[in-house]
């Protein structure tokens, strides 16, 4: 059971949007930035947004963040099949001194 | 180019300890906190813990308190991760990663990884 809690799976056409949300608490979205990360099969993560709602140079600005109390959002736009991986938010959390992981979202595209 | 070149492969024996190392090149290396995360087959991700280069300060996810040690050595520009009594839940791929502050979670470079299987 993950601290942060994401949608196991979403899935989209080529060209279309989709929004994937990560749920926490007043401990960690609440009071901390959020990151997400990309997961490509058999890789190291990648850093997709970091702080919130920022990109780090090469990432494509199909990708962006936002955060609202104590919820967060990842949304692709104009899909690409290429997108197809395990999305991952993270945020520190306050009362257990440590970093947290939502579960992980996979994203299809049909 | 900033690099984080993990150490290979291992199999273990329950009950044993590992020990993985993680060598950073291209930044100055006590500038970020070093991080451990680690992915069990088919799971997601899970932070253990970090330390700061300067000092050697650490914090360890509660989970992982009495098993876990990490350390550095700073003329190598290493990071260790250290896990004790293992278990065969402790399978996993092992991750080291950087950030710029401690609470951040921005992890702008990461490792490749090291699997790590315990089996008798």
């Known amino acids: 059971q993950s601290v942060l809690t994401q949608p196991p799976s979403a899935s989209g056409t080529p060209g279309q949007r989709v929004s994937i949300s990560c749920s926490g608490s007043t401990s960690n979205i609440g009071s901390n930035t959020v990151n997400w990360f990309q997961q490509l099969p058999g890789t190291a993560p990648k850093v997709l947004i970091f702080t919130n709602n920022q990109r780090p140079s090469g990432v494509p600005d199909r990708f962006s963040g936002s955060k609202s109390g104590t919820s967060a959002s990842l949304a692709i736009s104009g899909l690409q099949s290429e997108d197809e991986a395990i999305y991952y938010c993270a945020a520190w959390d306050d009362s257990l001194n440590g970093l947290v992981f939502g579960g992980g979202t996979n994203l299809t595209v049909l | 180019q900033v690099q984080l070149v993990q150490s290979g492969a291992e199999v273990k024996k329950p009950g044993a300890s590992m020990k993985v190392s993680c060598e950073a090149s291209?930044?100055?290396?006590?500038?970020?906190?070093l991080h451990w995360v680690r992915q069990a087959p088919g799971q997601g991700l899970e932070w253990m813990g970090m330390?700061?280069?300067?000092?050697?300060?650490?914090t360890y996810a509660r989970k992982f308190q009495g098993r876990l040690t990490v350390t550095t050595n700073t003329p190598t520009t290493t990071v260790y991760l250290e896990l004790s009594s293992l278990r065969s839940g402790d399978t996993a791929v092992y991750y080291c990663t950087r950030s710029i502050y401690d609470n951040s979670g921005h992890f702008d470079y990461w490792g490749q990884g090291t699997l790590v299987a315990v089996s008798s």
């Open positions: 291209g930044y100055t290396f006590k500038s970020y906190y």
């Open positions: 330390i700061n280069p300067i000092g050697g300060g650490t």
